[in-house]
């Protein structure tokens, strides 16, 4: 399929706050340098860094109603938040405002705050968004962001999943975030998988 960059680069800075479109400029940036690494169609990697927070200024009203409107299902009380619901729910507005059909696109943009479960369409392209959320220059999280970076710019992604999801739950714990029964799961199934064979033999990343 083919992407309209340009037309979604307008799109998101008509959505967003400037702050909110800076971040997605830069998660775009960052997973376009991540896709000749992890062997990813570039032109739909920068889709999802633009995309990815389309649905971050809709109110948790706006978030349960569409969710509710598109049958997207809410499977326990921490997907009604909006720090996970944004992505689903930014998947489906793509699609209806932008006409975007595809199927590995759409669910990266979904997963990328660790909603859902089943299998995922493209492990690599769901992680590589993570990751570029993480690294876009306007973070400021250098506790994770220096030890990250030149492990998931080595093309070590089992690793890169590793140590993100070793920071991301003590992260919202001292924040007072929820934490998502998936976040803890893949924090527990990649250290097990990490002490068992080591991450650089996992083909297929959980996610």
């Known amino acids: 399929m083919n992407f309209d960059i340009d037309n979604y680069?307008?799109?998101?800075?008509?959505?967003?706050?400037?702050?909110?479109?800076?971040?997605?400029?830069?998660?775009?940036?960052?997973?376009?340098?991540?896709?000749?690494?992890?062997?990813?169609?570039?032109?739909?990697?920068?889709?999802?860094?633009?995309l990815h927070d389309i649905a971050k200024e809709f109110t948790?009203?706006?978030?349960?109603?569409?969710?509710?409107?598109?049958?997207?299902?809410?499977r326990t009380a921490y997907d009604r938040f909006p720090l996970f619901l944004h992505g689903p729910v930014g998947a489906?507005?793509?699609a209806q405002e932008l006409g975007i059909a595809d199927a590995i696109l759409l669910d990266a943009i979904s997963r990328h705050t660790y909603f859902g479960n089943g299998v995922a369409q493209s492990p690599s392209l769901c992680w590589?968004?993570?990751?570029?959320?993480?690294?876009?220059?306007?973070?400021?999280?250098?506790?994770?962001?220096?030890?990250?970076?030149?492990?998931?710019?080595?093309?070590?992604?089992?690793?890169?999943?590793?140590?993100?999801?070793?920071?991301?739950?003590p992260f919202h714990q001292a924040a007072s975030l929820p934490v998502h029964p998936n976040v803890s799961r893949l924090a527990e199934e990649l250290s097990r998988l990490r002490d068992e064979k080591?991450?650089?033999?996992?083909?297929?990343l959980p996610v």
């Open 9 to 50: 680069i307008t799109f998101a800075e008509h959505t967003l706050t400037p702050q909110r479109f800076k971040h997605s400029m830069g998660v775009m940036q960052v997973i376009a340098e991540l896709a000749s690494i992890y062997g990813l169609n570039k032109t739909t990697a920068m889709a999802a860094g633009i």
């Open 60 to 74: 948790t009203d706006d978030l349960l109603k569409f969710a509710h409107e598109n049958h997207i299902p809410l």
């Open 92 to 94: 489906g507005y793509a």
């Open 128 to 169: 590589c968004l993570r990751f570029a959320d993480m690294l876009e220059p306007s973070r400021d999280w250098e506790d994770l962001k220096g030890p990250l970076k030149p492990v998931v710019y080595s093309g070590n992604m089992g690793e890169g999943a590793y140590q993100l999801m070793q920071w991301i739950v």
């Open 198 to 204: 080591g991450l650089d033999e996992v083909n297929n």
